[in-house]
Every structure is written in structure tokens, then in C-alpha cells.
T-cell receptor, first 114, second 110 residues
Framework: EAGVAQSPRYKIIEKRQSVAFWCNPI?????LYWYQQILGQGPKLLIQ????????DSQLPKDRFSAERLKGVDSTLKIQPAKLEDSAVYLC????????????FGPGTRLTVT | GDSVTQMEGPVTLSEEAFLTINCTYT??????LFWYVQYPGEGLQLLLK?????DKGSNKGFEATYRKETTSFHLEKGSVQVSDSAVYFC?????????FGAGTTVTVRA
């Protein structure tokens, strides 16, 4: 069974530029999560989708971050414009519907903002 | 909101040593508790979990017991190997949201 795929694995941009991350969840997983992991901290949930609807985006900085999950499968997380403090690893995870206790994580995208 | 506090690292051990990583949580109600592990260059993987008080989760020689009285979920392994070198995260699940601790880096030397 293929795992959660993410791309790119690494990205370096300058502040005020924009960037997008892509996630392909495990086939059949209705729930998709985006986490932000700043160096030295644990992952923090940014947004959670159930199919293509948003369940929770309370921690998403909506002035610069956006996410979508068209057709309830792949998802894209965008930052525009990026700030230095956005440097982090962005993790995507997926699970079966409402199986929040069985989340499968992708390898993450490491973003460096200079 | 919920929060998880775990022992600061890094922790360096010799092979076959005993490992313990402390974890405590603050939550409303009784969350499910987890330990995740992140090996170098890999994504987070679930190591073990416990869903109610006094439950013991175990996997790959690691154990942790859900202690409601002390709101703790300490991770232990009796004899570590070099391959156990990784970052370990404690987490609590309340409703649908996972809250993670800051992670503890463990290095095991041969």
C-alpha cells in the first residue's frame, strides 16, 4: 500500500515570495491533515479536511495561508507571501473517516524562507 | 486547549541501556495518548497508543502506561539498540485534534 506522498521535499524561497505544497493521501482516506512543525517543536495542526470540506482551520493564518482539497483527494497548501517565521517542515497526514487515532504521515516538505 | 509536555533532550545512551522519556498532558476529559517516532529522514510513525486509564501500549519493546492520577504517559524500553536512535513525540487526542509535545531526540551509541 502506497503511503502519503508529498512534494517537493525541500524548498528555499525568499520572504514575500509564494510557495505551494502538494499532498496525495493514502487511497480511500477521507480525512486529510496539514501540520506545521517548526524546528524544536512538535507538529501543530493547521487544517483538517473531511473529503473536500474543512473540519478545522482555526490554527491556519488565513491572511497568508490557504489550502484546498479539490475532489476530496489531493490537497495543496499555499503560502503567499511567505515570512521568515514560516520556515518549518510541513507535514501532510491522512486517515480513514473519523479515525483520528490512526493518522499516517508523509515525509514532509522542508521550507526555508530567507 | 490541550497541551503535552515531554522531557527535554537530547538523550544519549549506550546500547542495552534503559530508556525512559517522561510525558505529561493537560486536557479536558480523558484523551487518547500516543507515542510517535521519527527516524532520520523518515516521516512520523505511530509507535504505540493507549485509549483509557491504566491501558498499556506496547510495540517493538517499548511500553507506556496511561496514568490518569498523574496525567502521564512515560515511554520506556528496557534495552535500547542503535536502531532506536530517533526523535520521539508524545501526543494527546481530544475530539478530533492531536496535540504533540516538542519531541525528544534519542541517540544510542554502540
Amino acid at each position: 500500500e502506497a503511503g502519503v506522498a508529498q512534494s517537493p521535499r525541500y524548498k528555499i524561497i525568499e520572504k514575500r515570495q509564494s510557495v505551494a505544497f502538494w499532498c496525495n493521501p493514502i487511497s480511500g482516506h477521507a480525512t486529510l491533515y496539514w501540520y506545521q512543525q517548526i524546528l524544536g517543536q512538535g507538529p501543530k495542526l493547521l487544517i483538517q479536511f473531511q473529503n473536500n470540506g474543512v473540519v478545522d482551520d482555526s490554527q491556519l493564518p488565513k491572511d497568508r495561508f490557504s489550502a484546498e482539497r479539490l475532489k476530496g483527494v489531493d490537497s495543496t497548501l499555499k503560502i503567499q507571501p511567505a515570512k521568515l517565521e514560516d520556515s518549518a517542515v510541513y507535514l501532510c497526514a491522512s486517515s480513514l473517516a473519523r479515525k483520528w487515532d490512526e493518522q499516517y504521515f508523509g515525509p514532509g516538505t522542508r521550507l526555508t524562507v530567507t | 486547549g490541550d497541551s503535552v509536555t515531554q522531557m527535554e533532550g537530547p538523550v544519549t545512551l549506550s546500547e542495552e541501556a534503559f530508556l525512559t522519556i517522561n510525558c505529561t498532558y493537560t486536557a479536558t476529559g480523558y484523551p487518547s495518548l500516543f507515542w510517535y517516532v521519527q527516524y532520520p529522514g523518515e516521516g512520523l510513525q505511530l509507535l504505540l497508543k493507549a485509549t483509557k486509564a491504566d491501558d498499556k501500549g506496547s510495540n517493538k519493546g517499548f511500553e507506556a502506561t496511561y496514568r490518569k492520577e498523574t496525567t502521564s504517559f512515560h515511554l520506556e524500553k528496557g534495552s535500547v539498540q542503535v536502531s532506536d536512535s530517533a526523535v520521539y513525540f508524545c501526543a494527546a487526542l481530544n475530539d478530533y485534534k492531536l496535540s504533540f509535545g516538542a519531541g525528544t531526540t534519542v541517540t544510542v551509541r554502540a
